[in-house]
């Protein structure tokens, strides 16, 4: 299974368009070791011809042109089969609204993810302007799914969601009560090898289902946003804690390198990295801390092979 980091920072991006932290400032002045990185997605793969992406970003367009095996093949193509979607968070589902080009998408989600992504939604209607023009496939805690596009063809990859501690997408909070299908890690699955690659790129706690699903894989995408709870609050940028937004910070004693540290797998890579986050710092004692851990800091373009 081929796996591509389409983009590695959480949402707004690295640099955030209305950001001057030391961070969004350095890198666009080119004073700190660091490189840009659009918002969250990844593409996999089960040979390099077929793809699905885990979530769809909002620079969706800048990212596929960024990867030529997901350039169309003729006049109207796309090697995209399928999307899925881990949330209905924006920096994760707008990029659906980009694909409207009268070109029939298939998208993977648990049915609250749809149901918050279609309903009372008027920008949706521009994904029915035909029957079909989006193919919804639900996607049920504990269930394992082949992946395929609008064909039906088996790809020899399967996804699995986990349902994993998050919050409700911002723009419905407050309108719905939250429910365990509203954020999911996703495990993908190859047959034929049996491995497994587990993309858990929004999470608030290590719950015992979550540490169950990472038991065993062989690379890890995980949530990087945050390396400390006060890391917003602290310099006075936003009110709230990591664990507010529910995104675990990667340091300290209950932070998520001592627990990744300890899995098995071959890779574990932090993803959803927030602008302000320290380990954006090629030279950071916080990145030397990951390392250490024997982590790895995702980046746009990575690959990694399975
Ligand atoms: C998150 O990761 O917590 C969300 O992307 C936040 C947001 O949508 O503003
Ligand atoms: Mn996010
Ligand atoms: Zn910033």
Request: net charge negative.
């Given at each position: 299974?081929?796996?591509?980091?389409?983009?590695?920072?959480?949402?707004?991006?690295?640099?955030q368009w209305n950001c001057g932290c030391d961070n969004c400032r350095g890198v666009r002045e080119g004073t700190i070791r660091?490189?840009?990185?659009?918002?969250?997605?990844?593409?996999?793969?089960?040979?390099?011809?077929?793809?699905?992406?885990?979530?769809?970003?909002?620079e969706i367009r800048s990212q596929v042109e960024s990867f030529p095996s997901l350039h169309p093949r003729r006049p109207r193509h796309?090697?995209?089969?399928?999307?899925?979607?881990?949330?209905?968070?924006?920096?994760?589902?707008?990029?659906?609204?980009?694909?409207?080009?009268?070109?029939?998408?298939?998208?993977?989600?648990?049915?609250?993810?749809?149901?918050?992504?279609?309903?009372?939604?008027?920008?949706?209607?521009?994904?029915?302007?035909?029957?079909?023009?989006?193919?919804?496939?639900?996607?049920?805690?504990?269930?394992?799914?082949?992946?395929?596009?609008?064909?039906?063809?088996?790809?020899?990859?399967?996804?699995?969601?986990?349902?994993?501690?998050?919050?409700?997408?911002?723009?419905?909070?407050?309108?719905?009560?939250?429910?365990?299908?509203?954020?999911?890690?996703?495990?993908?699955?190859?047959?034929?090898?049996?491995?497994?690659?587990?993309?858990?790129?929004?999470?608030?706690?290590?719950?015992?289902?979550?540490?169950?699903?990472?038991?065993?894989?062989?690379?890890?995408?995980?949530?990087?946003?945050?390396?400390?709870?006060?890391?917003?609050?602290?310099?006075?940028?936003?009110?709230?804690?990591?664990?507010?937004?529910?995104?675990?910070?990667?340091?300290?004693?209950?932070?998520?390198?001592?627990?990744?540290?300890?899995?098995?797998?071959?890779?574990?890579?932090?993803?959803?990295?927030?602008?302000?986050?320290?380990?954006?710092?090629?030279?950071?004692?916080?990145?030397?801390?990951?390392?250490?851990?024997?982590?790895?800091?995702?980046?746009?373009?990575?690959?990694?092979?399975?």
């Open positions: 299974m081929r796996v591509r980091v389409l983009g590695a920072a959480a949402g707004g991006g690295f640099p660091a490189t840009p990185r659009t918002q969250d997605s990844l593409a996999v793969s089960p040979g390099g011809d077929r793809w699905f992406l885990l979530n769809a970003s909002p796309s090697p995209i089969e399928a999307i899925v979607l881990a949330n209905g968070d924006l920096d994760h589902c707008l990029g659906v609204f980009s694909l409207r080009e009268a070109h029939p998408i298939v998208i993977y989600a648990t049915e609250r993810v749809r149901h918050g992504i279609t309903e009372s939604n008027v920008f949706y209607r521009t994904l029915e302007r035909f029957p079909d023009q989006v193919t919804w496939r639900a996607l049920k805690v504990g269930r394992e799914d082949e992946l395929a596009g609008g064909d039906g063809r088996p790809s020899g990859l399967t996804v699995e969601p986990v349902a994993a501690p998050g919050k409700l997408p911002v723009h419905l909070d407050g309108l719905v009560s939250p429910d365990p299908e509203d954020n999911v890690g996703l495990r993908i699955r190859e047959r034929t090898s049996g491995r497994v690659l587990a993309y858990f790129s929004a999470i608030g706690k290590l719950s015992r289902s979550v540490l169950q699903a990472l038991d065993g894989v062989d690379c890890i995408f995980f949530d990087g946003t945050f390396w400390s709870s006060d890391e917003l609050s602290g310099p006075g940028l936003m009110a709230k804690t990591a664990e507010d937004l529910a995104h675990l910070p990667i340091g300290g004693e209950d932070g998520s390198l001592q627990a990744l540290a300890r899995l098995s797998a071959r890779r574990r890579v932090y993803i959803h990295i927030n602008n302000t986050n320290p380990i954006l710092r090629e030279d950071s004692a916080e990145r030397r801390a990951v390392e250490a851990a024997g982590c790895e800091v995702a980046f746009d373009g990575m690959e990694v092979t399975l």
